[in-house]
């Protein structure tokens, strides 16, 4: 399996510019590739393990996706197909992305049901309760999800669960409702920038989707949905990551392309460590003079802190004087990158759902593994910043939703080695 290889110490300068974003482009691929009997061609798409994976989930179902440079060329699925493979749903939870949509344009589906994973159970009851608001009768059956319906009827669904909206329910009904007959309102939407691209996606086709973007959006039904050539938005995770790379290595660097708007809490919280951040037209400046101070974050549902960055925050509030806490309400397990943090000198506890971060002078370089995508991400920043030598394993779960990552940070000064 491929390791990283990182010196530390080194202090990043330049310009890395942010890929398009893994979570706007998986419903996003799905929508082009189920919902249309059109080609469609996708733009800024990302080089991502997970979306490899889906395309061999949509290729099982008669699609045929071509990847060049960016770019996705979809010729939609054959209509006549209609169940996933289980290995391919089990490796990666966003299969769960075509259910909605093949109920909707086939009136039928069976897809596995998704495992767990290093962050926590990951339920899909508010996906299944939405659908079957919409008229679907849900069977569970070896380990598959069985869904069926003649014609899916609009309707109005809340979709709060007890951690707050689903960006995944959300984006899963609104492609079943563009499809349905009469009009569905979703209550308590997830209001992330990826459903806002998604609704944004789907009404090029034809659909009529309004409200994205706030907890309340509306559904009008259509016949048919068209092919379009759509350019998928930048990812404001991997734009985060890059931030905290320039500020742990006490750097100066330019990230291009990431959206001011999309990342207001991660800035806030930055500022008040003591992270200077210079909003230009094309993208962010960031500079760390010395002093840093320590702050504490709670994870919340879009606008508030993402959980995605909670690993990557964590990694420079280690290095930051005094108590920082943190308290993550999305994924309550989602701390997995605690241990290994502390393996490399790091002094953090965990206490339920609150990790409590006690600065230190530095980080030393060790053997670590990376246990999901973020806490890999942390690896890779703690790793830079460290005094010393330090190899990842298990990368594996970076290269679901990095593209590049060694590329992009040895462009701008980081000394990091793929091993094979
Ligand atoms: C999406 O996952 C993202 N994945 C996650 O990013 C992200 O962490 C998460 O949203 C929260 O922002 C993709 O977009 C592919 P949720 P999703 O449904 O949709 C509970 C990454 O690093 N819940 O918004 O699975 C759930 O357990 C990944 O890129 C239910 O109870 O997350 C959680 O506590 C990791 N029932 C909360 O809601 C359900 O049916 C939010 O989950 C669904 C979710």
């Known amino acids: 399996m491929d390791k990283l290889i990182i010196q530390g110490g080194r202090r990043l ?53 071509q990847f060049e440079k960016g770019t996705l060329s979809i010729e939609p699925i054959d ?14 939870r966003a299969s769960i992305y075509v259910l909605g949509p093949l109920v909707t344009k086939l009136g039928q589906a069976k897809v596995s049901f998704p495992g767990g994973c290093a962050i926590g159970p990951r339920p899909v009851d508010l996906h299944l309760k939405g659908l079957e ?43 079943a409702a563009v499809l349905a007959k009469g ?8 209001c992330e920038p990826e459903i806002e691209d998604l609704a944004n996606f789907l009404n090029e086709m034809g659909a009529q989707v309004s409200g994205a973007g706030t907890a309340t959006i509306t559904i009008h039904g259509t016949k048919e949905l068209n092919g379009v050539d759509y350019t998928i938005i930048p990812d404001r995770i991997e734009a985060g990551t890059f931030m905290v790379a320039g500020a742990i290595t006490k750097g100066n660097i330019f990230i291009s392309n990431a959206i001011p708007k999309h ?31 320590p702050v504490n974050v709670s994870t919340g549902v879009y606008p508030k802190f993402p959980t995605d960055m909670q690993a990557q925050i964590m990694g420079l509030m280690a290095l930051t004087p005094g108590k920082s806490i943190i308290t993550e309400s999305i994924f309550p397990d989602r701390f997995m990158h605690v241990s290994e943090l502390n393996r490399m000198g790091a002094k953090i506890s965990v206490e339920g759902n609150n990790a409590l971060i006690y600065g230190v002078n530095s980080l030393s370089g060790a ?39 060694e590329d992009k940070l040895t462009n701008i000064g980081a000394d990091i080695v793929r091993q094979k």
């Open 133 to 175: 608001a919409l008229g679907t009768t849900i069977e569970i059956e070896g380990g598959y999800i069985l869904a069926k319906a003649n014609q899916l009827i609009g309707t109005e669904i809340g979709l709060k669960g007890t951690n707050g909206s689903s960006v995944g329910a959300t984006a899963n009904i609104m492609m």
């Open 263 to 293: 990342m207001e809490a991660l800035t806030e919280t930055l500022c008040q460590i003591g992270v200077q951040l210079d909003w230009q037209d094309k993208g962010v400046h960031i500079t760390t003079p010395n002093l840093l101070a």
């Open 183 to 190: 009009t569905t309102t979703i209550r308590d939407a997830a």
């Open 13 to 65: 300068s330049g310009t890395v510019s942010v890929s398009g974003s893994k979570n706007a482009a998986l419903p996003i691929i799905v929508a082009a590739t189920i919902l249309t009997e059109q080609p469609s061609t996708l733009r800024n798409v990302p080089d991502l393990m997970d979306l490899e994976t889906l395309c061999h989930v949509l290729e099982g179902l008669g699609a045929r996706l």
């Open 367 to 405: 053997p670590v593994m990376a246990s999901d995508l973020r806490a890999g991400a942390v690896l890779i920043l703690a790793g830079m910043a460290a005094i010393g030598e330090t190899v990842i394993s298990r990368i594996y779960h970076i290269d679901r939703g990095y593209e590049k990552i």
């Open 79 to 92: 209509q006549k197909t209609y169940q996933t493979p289980y290995d391919l749903v089990r490796k990666m």
